[in-house]
Structure formats: structure tokens, C-alpha cells
């Protein structure tokens, strides 16, 4: 089979942790037949410094003319005064807007090797195995208006949360697909004892549950979820919730795996479902750590099994995204670390060498 991927390295460790992605998905096109063809363009920093802008017209028509995009990391203190009319953050919301990705799906499995590179007990992570559906292309990010003014008084700025009910709709219906093909056990999450966009929110979601009858569904309030994230994060198998909370929640959520360095996530333009292959993004959750870059230290395993997810939900490749995943096991149970997940009695490896551990491992699987 052949596939066409849009590569886009970004700024800091995105081109080397791409380098590594890349690697491990032409090995598994050489070991299964299958050909992936790419095609690399320029976003965040990288793009504000090539073309002015972070995401330019013609990079969005190379990606809708591919099955699917591939993306390192974008940002650095390079592009970061507030006065600057472009940031290269501007590039993620134009991709996301532009290819119309309004899922986005972020898997928190704690490994049982890394069972100890986390802050928290070994009995509270032991056995988390939840994923994340959080609304990508509405609420406070895009809601308007949106701006900051002068008054008499002084300065003033706002945004605002806004949300369709069709907006709402599809992406709780992409929660309760995920739940219904895992342990069947949905939590939506909102603030609806203080914000009318979360009200409707739970009324949509109560609506859409009478559609999966098989499907648990549970109203959860963000604060209380976030709690409940360090308390008892096994409690949890499908999270489906609205933008913001969704990148706060994450963010904390990713600390159960030890790591930024370990969680893959995948931005989908549709809902998925067995045997329908969905355009899509795909990317680590880290960002561009400008200070490792360059250094042959950073982690590469969040894009290789971002790739598997990939493999997954837009090439329908199911066998071949299990292999990445077992590779990944595999290396981790050989006792193989990069620096951020280094512990005692480790062999600690580089980005690279990382990567030709994956490669090898997705050789010698049957």
C-alpha cells in the first residue's frame, strides 16, 4: 500500500525527534510492503523566519494533499516577545483550523517499567491505562470577540468560550466511539455549575448517550477531575472534554507517565470507527526544548508511537501500529532510557540511538 505523509520537523528537538519517526516508519514500510511517501514543509519559528508567517498557504495545501501530517514541536524564546505580531503557536491553531482537526486524542498509559519515573506512589499509577478526548477547534482559543483595548482606566482585554451545539455533538460522539471499543466507560468533563457554554455541554452529552446505550456516562466537573487525576487515575478509561480544560488536564495527566517524553497524540478530522481511515495530525505533546536541542538527548519515543497512532486510525494499518507499540515495550523492558526517564541500573541511550532500537525491534518482530 502506499501513503503520502506531510512532514513538518519544526523548531528546537522537533527535527531530530521527527528524524527518528521517520526512521522507525520506513522500517515498518520496509518489514510490511508498504510505501510512505513525504513531504516536508515548514511551521512555527522555523516558518515565521523562512516566509513571515507561521503557517503559510502553500504548506496548508501540501498537508490536504496528504493522508496525514506528521509534526516535531514548534516555539522557542527566539520567537517569544509579546509584542511580535506572529508567534509560532499562530501555526499550530492555523493547522488545526485549516485541516479541520477538531479531535484531538492524547492515550495516558503509565508503562509498568516506568512504574517508578513518576512523582507519585507506585500503587496509585500502577495499571492507568485512560485516553483523553479533548475538543481542539472552539472554545476559548477561538471564540470571539478576542481582543485588548485602553480605556480610562486602564487596560482591558477578553475572550471568550464559545460553543455549538454541533460542536459539542461531534466531539463527545468521537468520546463515546473511543469508550465504546475500550472498557465502555465514559467521563465528560465541564464546569457547569458556573459556565453556560458547559451547560450546554452536558445537555448535548446527556442527548448523544441515548445513541450508546452500552456506554457508561459520567459528568465530571474540571476541578474535580483534576483531583481525581492525582488521586485515583486508574478511575478513569475515555476523558472527553471541551478545549481549554482539555490542554490543562493533558499537560497534568502526562506526569503520570514520567514524562512529556512518552505521550504521543493524534488531532482527527472526523470520528473514528472501525475500518474507516480519518485524515489526521499527529505529534508528540511535548514542546521544542531549544536547550536539548542539537544534543542527542531528547526522548523520540512520543512521536514513534504518535506514528503509531498514526498507523492506526489513518492508514488502518492496525497490525503494523501493534508492532511500533510492542517495539517500544520491548526497548523500555531491555532496560534502554533517554535522560528524562533515567533511573539507577539503566543503560542510558540518545535520541538516535533510541531510535535504531525501535528500528531493530520492529525488524525482529514475527
Not at 27 to 52: K, Q
Not at 133 to 145: A, D, I, N, S
Request: aromatic letters at 8%; one cysteine or more; a neutral charge.
Amino acid at each position: 500500500m502506499q501513503f503520502s505523509l506531510a512532514a513538518l520537523p519544526g523548531d528546537g528537538i522537533g527535527p531530530e525527534v521527527t528524524a527518528e519517526a521517520v526512521k522507525v516508519l520506513q522500517a515498518v514500510g520496509s518489514r510490511f510492503g508498504h510505501a510512505f511517501n513525504l513531504h516536508y514543509g515548514l511551521v512555527g519559528g522555523a516558518a515565521i523566519d523562512e516566509a513571515g508567517t507561521a503557517f503559510s498557504n502553500d504548506t496548508l495545501k501540501m498537508c490536504q494533499g496528504c493522508d496525514a501530517v506528521l509534526l516535531g514541536a514548534v516555539g522557542g524564546p527566539k520567537w517569544d516577545d509579546p509584542q511580535a505580531k506572529v508567534h509560532p503557536e499562530d501555526g499550530l491553531l492555523a493547522l488545526r483550523k485549516g485541516l479541520g482537526l477538531f479531535a484531538n486524542l492524547r492515550p495516558v498509559r503509565v508503562s509498568p517499567v516506568l512504574i517508578n519515573a513518576t512523582n507519585l506512589k507506585p500503587e496509585v499509577i500502577r495499571g492507568v491505562d485512560f485516553i483523553f478526548v479533548r475538543e481542539l477547534t472552539g472554545g476559548l482559543y477561538f471564540g470571539r470577540p478576542k481582543r485588548q483595548w485602553r480605556t480610562s482606566r486602564g487596560r482591558r482585554a477578553i475572550d471568550s468560550m464559545a460553543y455549538s451545539e454541533q460542536e459539542i455533538e461531534r466531539i463527545v460522539r468521537v468520546g463515546f466511539e473511543i469508550a465504546r471499543g475500550r472498557g465502555k466507560k465514559l467521563v465528560s468533563v465541564d464546569k457547569a455549575n458556573v459556565l453556560e457554554s458547559s451547560r450546554l455541554w452536558r445537555q448535548v452529552a446527556i442527548e448523544v448517550a441515548g445513541e450508546y446505550p452500552d456506554v457508561e456516562l459520567e459528568h465530571m466537573l474540571v476541578d474535580a477531575c483534576a483531583m481525581r487525576l492525582i488521586q485515583n487515575p486508574a478511575y478513569f478509561d475515555v476523558i472527553v472534554t471541551e478545549n481549554t480544560f482539555g490542554d490543562i488536564l493533558t499537560d497534568e495527566a502526562s506526569m503520570l507517565a514520567g514524562s512529556m517524553g512518552m505521550l504521543a497524540s493524534a488531532s482527527l478530522a472526523g470520528v473514528p470507527r472501525e475500518g474507516v481511515n480519518i485524515f489526521g495530525l499527529y505529534e508528540p505533546i511535548h514542546g521544542s526544548a531549544p536547550r536539548r536541542a542539537g544534543l542527542n538527548m531528547a526522548n523520540p519515543l512520543a512521536i514513534i508511537l504518535s506514528i503509531a497512532m498514526m498507523l492506526r486510525y489513518s492508514f488502518g494499518l492496525i497490525k503494523e501500529a501493534q508492532t511500533v507499540e510492542s517495539a517500544v515495550d520491548e526497548v523500555l523492558e531491555e532496560g534502554y532510557r533517554t535522560y528524562d526517564i533515567m533511573s539507577e541500573g539503566k543503560l542510558k541511550v540518545g535520541t538516535r540511538e533510541m531510535g535504531d532500537l525501535i528500528v531493530k525491534k520492529v525488524w525482529a518482530r514475527k
